[in-house]
T-cell receptor, first 115, second 112 residues
Framework: AQSVTQLGSHVSVSEGALVLLRCNYS??????LFWYVQYPNQGLQLLLK??????LVKGINGFEAEFKKSETSFHLTKPSAHMSDAAEYFC?????????????FGGGTRVLVKP | SQTIHQWPATLVQPVGSPLSLECTVE??????LYWYRQAAGRGLQLLFY??????ISSEVPQNLSASRPQDRQFILSSKKLLLSDSGFYLC???????????FGQGTRLTVV
């Protein structure tokens, strides 16, 4: 079975400060990992994905994430927060054998950016 | 390019009324299709997924059902809505193993 834990349901950062969102996963086989962003009353948009290539993955809007197998983590970072980064972020996992390629999502982290 | 359409965007329905939400995908064939629900302040809960026409898997027992009458059409239904069915419903599709899911814009359902 797969699971995802996102530490911190809410994160507050100042504009220009580092954004760090934590994600830990559990999977019995090598995982595929994803980060999504959701703006109010909208669907989810893919930020980046890890599919067993480079462990440091760069995504859209200046975000990146690093896959650390030893720590079962896939934390999302952005060096300098922008007001437009205020949104909810979801980490998700699937695996090669997952029926229907189902994604399992974490509980989400809502980011507030202070001016 | 692939697109996913989901409608309506918002819906207010009385308790006990029926429900039908529709989702269609364009630009791909034989996608995996999904219905998720977000309750207020909670994460995404997978309700149903489908790997092909007429093939529906339910993830949680509930008052809802799903159907896939055509390859790129996925419908979420209920015969009688409950207050607890209120939430934000998201349709999504994905390709093969390890590929990302692409989401529709969601339907905000309020049962009154």
């Amino acid at each position: 079975a797969q699971s995802v834990t996102q530490l911190g349901s809410h994160v507050s950062v100042s504009e220009g400060a580092l954004v760090l969102l934590r994600c830990n996963y559990s999977s019995s086989v090598p995982p595929y990992l994803f980060w999504y962003v959701q703006y109010p009353n909208q669907g989810l948009q893919l930020l980046l994905k890890y599919t067993s290539a480079a462990t440091l993955v760069k995504g859209i809007n200046g975000f990146e994430a690093e896959f650390k197998k030893s720590e079962t983590s896939f934390h999302l970072t952005k060096p300098s927060a922008h007001m437009s980064d205020a949104a909810e972020y979801f980490c998700a996992v699937t695996s090669p054998g997952a029926a229907g390629n189902k994604l399992t999502f974490g509980g989400g982290t809502r980011v507030l950016v202070k001016p | 390019s692939q697109t996913i359409h989901q409608w309506p965007a918002t819906l207010v329905q009385p308790v006990g009324s029926p429900l039908s939400l529709e989702c269609t995908v364009e630009g791909t064939s034989n996608p995996n299709l999904y219905w998720y629900r977000q309750a207020a302040g909670r994460g995404l809960q997978l309700l149903f997924y489908s790997v092909g026409i007429g093939q529906i898997s339910s993830e949680v027992p509930q008052n809802l059902s799903a159907s896939r009458p055509q390859d790129r059409q996925f419908i979420l239904s209920s015969k009688k809505l409950l207050l607890s069915d209120s939430g934000f419903y998201l349709c999504a599709w994905s390709g093969g193993a390890g590929t990302e899911a692409f989401f529709g814009q969601g339907t905000r359902l309020t049962v009154v």
